[in-house]
């Protein structure tokens, strides 16, 4: 009788699963794969934290920092962080989740405030070579923004570039337009782009558009946390990196902690 490892039964049944929703015409929520030999495996995650306010209306940074410890991924792009009308005025979030994960953390602020801000964020243990923020504010509509930075993998250069986008579908074309721009002031660089989208029409040319940019994306439903039917966080790799793993992470805790479902993601990098 012949045998197979739990590890070979559980990435045939994920490429099964990916190959239904394919003919279906849906991406796949899972993906398993293993690193390309030759490859450095990079842990990378994206998540909208709500401001560390969860489903059950409570304020609980420890229980956003008690996610980012358990996905165990080497950088994480953070949405929402801050203070916006809800959590606690004066307490830095940035620097509770660095202090509390033990991940260095790189604050892009969208909105300013005499005793707290609010905006995206990257934490990460890798080396940092270069960073800085990205202004995607767009008119009169709630300032956006993101962050860029470029790490040092195993001694090779790969940005990151972690992003909110707007609400309207004009306001995320503007967008991913200058986010394309910012790729590509070094285009060879390899790449990855994640955030939350606030993109949830399969058909978009927004995706369309950033289909053509990149090489592959993660598109797994996580929104809403507690039954996750849109895809509004995604990420997106290019330069030769492989993306070999994704998931929205769901668990008993993730499905209460924030409204959205952290995505997280195994890359390969050459």
Aim: aromatic share 6%; net charge positive.
């Amino acid at each position: 009788m012949i045998r197979f490892s739990r590890e070979r039964i559980e990435r045939f049944a994920s490429a099964l699963k990916a190959r239904r929703a394919r003919r279906r015409g849906r991406p796949p929520d899972v993906r398993r794969a293993p690193v390309p030999e030759g490859m450095a495996a990079l842990g990378i995650a994206s998540w909208n934290i709500h401001s560390c306010v969860g489903l059950d209306a409570r304020f609980a940074p420890d229980r956003i920092a008690e996610v980012i410890r358990s996905l165990d991924v080497d950088v994480i792009g953070l949405q929402e962080v801050g203070w916006h009308h809800r959590g606690e005025v004066g307490l830095d979030q940035f620097e509770y989740l660095g202090k509390a994960t033990g991940l260095t953390p790189y604050a892009a602020p969208t909105k300013h405030h005499a005793r707290a801000h609010y905006g995206n964020a990257l934490l990460t243990r890798l080396p940092v070579l270069s960073v800085r923020p990205l202004d995607l504010c767009v008119g009169r509509r709630e300032p956006r923004g993101g962050i860029e930075a470029v790490l040092a993998v195993n001694g090779n250069p790969v940005r990151v570039i972690a992003a909110h986008l707007g609400l309207d579908p004009w306001e995320r074309a503007n967008q991913i337009a200058r986010i394309l721009a910012v790729v590509d002031e070094r285009p060879d660089l390899p790449t990855v782009f994640m955030g939350d989208f606030n993109e949830w029409t399969p058909s978009s040319p927004r995706l369309r558009r950033l289909a053509e940019a990149f090489d592959d994306w993660a598109s797994p439903r996580s929104f809403h946390a507690r039954l996750p039917t849109l895809r509004l966080d995604r990420l997106y790799v290019r330069g030769g990196l492989k993306l070999c793993t994704f998931e929205a992470v769901r668990t008993t805790v993730t499905r209460r902690a924030s409204d959205h479902l952290p995505l997280r993601a195994i890359v390969g990098v050459p």
